[in-house]
Antibody, heavy 119, light 105 residues
Framework: QVQLVQSGAEVKKPGASVKVACKASGYSFINYYIHWVRQAPGQGLEWMGTFNPSGGSTNYAHKFQGRVTMTSDTSTSTVYMELSSLRSEDTALFYC????????????WGQGTLVTVST | FELTQTLSVSVALGQTARITCGGNTIGSKNVHWYQQKPGQAPVVVMYRDINRPSGIPERFSGSNSGNTATLTITKAQAGDEADYYCQVWDSTTAIFGGGTKLTVL
């Protein structure tokens, strides 16, 4: 069965960077896009960007351009999302998500990684 | 492109709930709906307007026309109480609605 398993919770200081891992299994890794979705405490869902494991192309939300980097290690079927210049407003649950088709619904979700930005 | 959802909807147990998602000519886009219960990741309950994933009850249905997409839940149950989000793709950008909290009375 398809699984997306994310790395554990992180606590970072303002100005630091965080790198969240998302290990995929149960399907052909390079055939499906991985997206990252953020959810601040008590708030709604926010798309951060899309990563294509076949070739490594990316498409970032305008809001995060310049601060987010998505990469992968195909040997371990893992996608990474790094967010830099963290501020307190970045405190959130970060989900990696696999879509049914490139620009389709988000059918499979990771368990989420809580990133807390605090002094 | 923006999606507008009512902040909250209440429905009596066993009655029909309608959750709407407004957007300019949203009828020309594929709309997806997610259900999120407290402490859990979202789950897709409707995709491409009217398609129900396996495991989602037939009580859930969707429609999309003009400037409004609607998720309809008939015979509402206590277990349907959750936040619901609509989502579309505007070219290569994913857009979420702000979410609707469904309360089952």
């Amino acid at each position: 069965q398809v699984q997306l398993v994310q790395s554990g919770a992180e606590v970072k200081k303002p100005g630091a960077s965080v790198k969240v891992a998302c290990k995929a299994s149960g399907y052909s890794f390079i055939n499906y896009y991985i997206h990252w979705v953020r959810q601040a405490p008590g708030q709604g869902l926010e798309w951060m960007g899309t990563f294509n494991p076949s070739g490594g192309s990316t498409n970032y939300a305008h809001k995060f351009q310049g601060r987010v980097t998505m990469t992968s290690d195909t040997s371990t079927s893992t996608v990474y999302m790094e967010l830099s210049s963290l501020r307190s407003e970045d405190t959130a649950l970060f989900y990696c998500v696999r879509s049914r088709e490139p620009y389709g619904d988000f059918i499979y979700w990771g368990q989420g990684t809580l990133v807390t930005v605090s002094t | 492109f923006e999606l507008t959802q009512t902040l909250s909807v209440s429905v009596a147990l066993g009655q029909t709930a309608r959750i709407t998602c407004g957007g300019n000519t949203i009828g020309s886009k594929n709309v997806h709906w997610y259900q999120q219960k407290p402490g859990q990741a979202p789950v897709v309950v409707m995709y491409r307007d009217i398609n129900r994933p396996s495991g989602i009850p037939e009580r859930f249905s969707g429609s999309n026309s003009g400037n409004t997409a609607t998720l309809t839940i008939t015979k509402a149950q206590a277990g349907d109480e959750a936040d619901y989000y609509c989502q579309v793709w505007d070219s290569t950008t994913a857009i979420f609605g702000g979410g609707t909290k469904l309360t089952v009375l």
